[in-house]
């Protein structure tokens, strides 16, 4: 299997820590999207929406991240990252969805505010991050509540908690850790989940801290 | 079972159409988002970000239109709309991603503006409409573009097809049908999907043409 992603970015990492969880090494071919190579035609006639990642399997190409883990993992041995159960399995959905819809989204917009701007020198935008802000700690004080009655998101580790994951890191990386720090749940939950080998694996690849 | 939904919204009219191809009726609860009934506190103890749909099944509950569609598939009889194959399965995920990723968002930017603002007396915001026009067109010919060797996007009819419906006929609705029509394997996907009898019945919920 061939990835092509880039080691820094959100939703390549979530195909990588599911590599991981797998103990399944894949080629990886990184794409610099620092120097637009996810524009370019050989990149797009694998993305036509140019972004990474896309996974090959000798033959098969698949992008969006989300599909590509529920793929890896439905074929690849190894750790199982989807429940059993019906319902745990619905909510496992239900939170996937809901980094979507509602959370990577605004964190993306405060990431690249207090994260990605000042790393390249320039200052961030506080409007932006005004306005994302409140919607980040909507999504993170939902999740909180979730994880009162259950130790993951969708009770057992899962590829939902993989694709929260990145986001999460790089908000303790743009200063705001403390909106999971201070709630109590979401932050034992990522004392849990970070201290996996597969993210410990993944978070070397880049400093993002 | 229960769903909690507006006849006219478009996540609730996914939910409606599984439930449609599997013959199985629920009991329907309008939720009035145009009176801000989703943002009501009885409602919000349901869904926490305050939107359209919810399904609770005997005390299961559970939100996020692309969740309930699997779990609805999972749990029914009726039509199977998850491809048996591994491949086809991913790339039902894909074009699930695809909808909620790249297409709903801009499209329904351009609905609001050319549908619902001149519904309710106002005139379309044309700023935003030549923002999100691009964008909608991008989505559509990559869909055009794979249904060229298939008749639906997983190969199959599935649950990924359903995701996109809703956007589509809105887009008629908005006088913008052309986006599809001008697309030779698009529009006839679209011939085909929304002459099912489910869809028929969906549609005959509400006014959008």
């Not at 496992?92 to 405060?110: K, R």
């Not at 909180?144 to 908000?171: C, N, Q, R």
Request: glycine share 6%; aromatic share 12%; hydrophobic share 35%.
């Amino acid at each position: 299997m061939k990835v092509y992603g880039y080691p820094l970015s959100t939703c390549t990492r979530k195909v990588l820590t599911v590599l991981a969880e797998k103990k399944y090494t894949a080629e990886f071919i990184p794409i610099d999207i620092l120097k637009g190579e996810q524009k370019q035609p050989s990149y797009l006639s694998r993305h036509p929406f140019g972004v990474v990642p896309v996974l090959e399997d000798n033959g098969f190409s698949l992008y969006e991240s989300r599909a590509i883990i529920r793929y890896l993992d439905d074929k690849l041995g190894g750790t199982k990252l989807t429940p059993q159960g019906r319902e745990d399995k619905a909510r496992m959905d239900q939170w996937i969805s809901v980094e979507q819809s509602y959370f990577s989204g605004p964190a993306l917009q405060m990431i690249k505010q207090l994260y990605f701007a000042p790393a390249a020198g320039g200052k961030p935008d506080t409007t932006i991050v005004a306005e994302a802000r409140p919607r980040v700690e909507r999504a993170l004080e939902v999740a909180d509540k979730a994880l009162t009655t259950h130790d993951y998101l969708a009770g057992t580790f899962s590829l939902a908690d993989i694709t929260w994951m990145p986001y999460v890191e790089y908000l303790f990386a743009s200063k705001v850790g403390d909106l999971v720090t201070n709630r109590k749940y979401l932050s034992a939950w990522w004392n849990r989940v970070s201290e996996r080998p597969s993210w410990r694996e993944v978070s070397r690849l880049g400093t993002s801290k």
